[in-house]
């Protein structure tokens, strides 16, 4: 494998990330706009509870994010080496997914997660070196 230049690396891991975590945010935020699946699925039945999670546009532009955010991590696993690929993304989508759920979706994220989020990150910054 040739080396690959760090910018490169990541970038195609924040890419990787992004499309992560913005898919992960919309389709959560989709199926809080739905509602109990179990509901709907009593209610009308497994296609209908099928077809309401299709119709909802949201969650579609979140399935497009996941399976965009999948051919991105092919590519990025052509370029950049697993051992720092994956943790990279990993670290990313953790502290990008609590940073998106507080700011998009009003989650609480206690204090406790944040420095779980800080030991996460100080991790892949010395796997980074």
């Not at 699946?37 to 077809?51: C, E, H, K, P, Y």
């Not at 690929?85 to 990008?96: E, M």
């Amino acid at each position: 494998m040739h080396a690959t230049s760090p910018l490169i690396s990541w970038s195609c891991i924040a890419v990787v990330a992004i499309l992560a975590i913005a898919g992960e945010v919309l389709i959560a935020a989709a199926m809080r706009q739905i509602g109990d699946l179990d509901v709907i699925r009593a209610r009308s039945g497994l296609t209908g509870a099928i077809r309401t999670v299709l119709a909802n546009p949201i969650f579609l532009v979140g399935a497009l994010c996941m399976a965009l955010n999948f051919f991105a991590m092919l590519f990025t696993l052509s370029l950049v080496d697993l051992s720092l690929a994956a943790p990279g993304i990993g670290s990313f989508n953790y502290v990008g997914n609590a940073i998106a759920a507080r700011l998009f979706l009003k989650e609480n994220v206690d204090r406790r997660r944040w420095l779980a989020m800080v030991f996460v990150a100080a991790g892949v910054f010395l796997l980074a070196r």
